[in-house]
């Protein structure tokens, strides 16, 4: 087989267990770096010898440095930067003061314990300062925390990556060239800080300019230009300087995502789905590659480097940048606990071994062996017992009461009003101020604001909604805001109105939204406004009898098309009606309908004792 066929046929069996490894962490709901290691070790060279990634020569190299450079991008597009802002002191001190003193300590650690030479300890002490935004994200969304608590998680994990790595390759060139001196290496190590901050600021700045105004040149190609952006920031950084790429995607991504503001539903499912592509491959060549002897070589000595990362220097760097903070202690142990290592520290010290192989250090892959000793030590007894020490803690986030409405027209108020007489605290997003004048008239919050606008929906607080509803009478508004509602927010229970002209993509937007269809089926909004205005149609609560029970849900046993159904009071729980919702005797509806239709809806329903909204709420008028 020749070396390009035996290549590809490498990169397609990796594919193929890192796709398996992702399918098994859906089902287990555990962290996916779990199997992707353990089938990537399965596979390679001590185990069924069909991966063996020396076989790709250089191209391994440009693989994984082409690919923790667009992991990290995308973690920069995707960091929650309002909460960032307000934990900033704690996450400027952790990638300052932090990354500082888990070097040290590392390699102090790695020295005196672990038996490593100081350069090399001094490089498995860079390497080993970078916690995984990859694995950490997969926690979070596990584990309900406080925003700020989850913000310096991701925070850390993303920015704290292209400082190790950059401390690590000069960490290496003080292996290979000892002779150079502290303040040349430091020197190094600022440049190559600076050169990428200034790259990737800059071209992500433009990119986001020309994204946000969304010019026909790239409208349909939007993915591809930013992930364009983000390599050629990268190859930018490392024309001017070698090894400063990888700060300039992580700049590239914060730089476009500050600049475009607003949810780009592709975009989003673009990135989302080549970093999975990109880390499965990843994870499994790195792991393939490993040698479970060197591993095992290290014993006692070097188990005991990993306890003392995990058990005492973590708690001292965390202590140390959170002191006189607003976090609570148990959320400063959960921070202590949690910090499990990844890609980013697997790819660089992969990286390191070769070129000290390569080099004849016979120490190549001493660092290597230590990292990844961390590395499944952290991900496995972290990965695996955060919820559970979440819990124990008491540092999850209760469910709240809250309740936020994307659109202030007279439907959306009438849902706030029932909400708000249940006790949940309700606020409106909307563009027209006399909308939220009316909410606000009605007892409620409300915000003058563009829903797809991620700082509008942070002024909501959709941090503490969970409950998200869609109700404006533009489908492409109530996709994008349930969009950044879900991924951004990951709130428990959203509901989205679509227009008749969306039933063609009406189940793949509801999967890809993991929401519920607001009345059961899409409905032209303007329209009912327009008879609500009108008077044609008003809202009517009838109470569920035995005749109105079908023992199927709504989408199988619609209202009749002249009849909008709102919401469902089952006892204390009060939600949207859906196609999921099936009604129960003693359950009350609230429906739009004509008044002429009451008596016939009440027939149907067998209900017994019907209410008519009054004709008098503020704003009626005002769709």
Known sequence: MSAGAEGARLLIVALLAGLLGQALSALTRLPSIIFLLGLGVLLGADGLGLIIPSDLGAGLEVLVRIGVAFILFEGGMTLRLRYLVQVQRSIRLLISLGVGITFVLATAAAIWVGGLSPPHAALFGALVTVTGPTVIKPILRRVRLRPEVAAIMEGEGILADPVGAILAAVCLEYVLSPSGSVGHHLASFAARLAVGAVAGGALGYMAGLAVKGRTPAIERIIPLFTLGCAL??????????????????????????????????????????????????????????????????????????????????????????????????????????????????????????????????????????????????????????????????????????????????????????????????????????????????????????????????????????????????????????????????????????????????????????????????????????????????????????????????????????????????????????SGDTMLKVGDKVLVICRPADRDGIAAWLGSKSPRFDAETSAGRAQA
């Open 232 to 577: 050629g920031a990268y190859q930018i950084a490392e024309n001017f300087r070698e090894d400063a790429g990888i700060m300039a995607a992580v700049c590239a991504g914060l730089a476009i995502q500050h600049g475009i503001r607003r949810d780009h539903r592709e975009l989003r499912e673009f990135k989302e789905l080549i970093t999975v592509l990109v880390l499965s491959v990843l994870f499994v060549l790195l792991a393939a590659n490993l040698s479970r002897q060197r591993m095992l070589a290290e014993g006692w000595p070097g188990f005991l480097t990993v306890l003392l990362i995990i058990f005492v220097i973590r708690p001292i760097n965390v202590f140390a940048c959170t002191w006189g903070d607003r976090l609570r202690f148990r959320e400063k142990i959960f921070l202590s606990w949690v910090a499990p290592r990844g890609i980013v520290a697997a790819s660089v010290a992969s990286l390191a071994a070769l070129l000290l192989q390569a080099s004849g250090d016979p120490e190549a892959h001493r660092a290597e062996s230590l990292v990844f000793l961390t590395i499944f030590s952290t991900v496995l007894a972290q990965g695996l017992s955060a919820w559970p020490v979440a819990a124990l803690l008491g540092i999850q986030r209760a469910h709240s009461r809250s309740v936020i409405i994307v659109g202030a027209n007279r439907i959306a108020r009438r849902v706030g009003e029932a909400f708000r007489d249940a006790g949940k605290r309700v606020t409106f997003i909307d563009r027209n101020p006399e909308l939220i004048e009316a909410a606000l008239a009605a007892g409620m919050r409300g915000v003058v604001g563009d829903a797809s606008d991620r700082e509008a929906l942070a002024q909501a607080r959709l941090q503490d909604a969970d409950v998200f509803v869609a109700l404006t009478a533009r489908s492409a508004v109530n996709q994008a805001a349930a969009m950044i509602a879900v991924h951004d927010h990951e709130v428990d229970e959203v509901h989205i109105a679509l227009d008749d002209s969306d039933r063609k993509g009406l189940d793949e937007a509801l999967e890809r939204l993991h929401a519920q269809l607001t009345f059961g089926r899409p409905v032209p909004i303007t329209a009912w406004l327009q008879r609500i205005a009108s008077r044609e149609a008003g809202f009517s609560e009838f109470d569920v009898g035995e005749r109105g029970v079908s023992r199927k849900p709504l989408r199988e046993a619609p209202f009749p098309s002249d009849v909008l159904p709102l919401m469902v009071r089952s006892g204390e729980s009060l939600t949207l009606a």
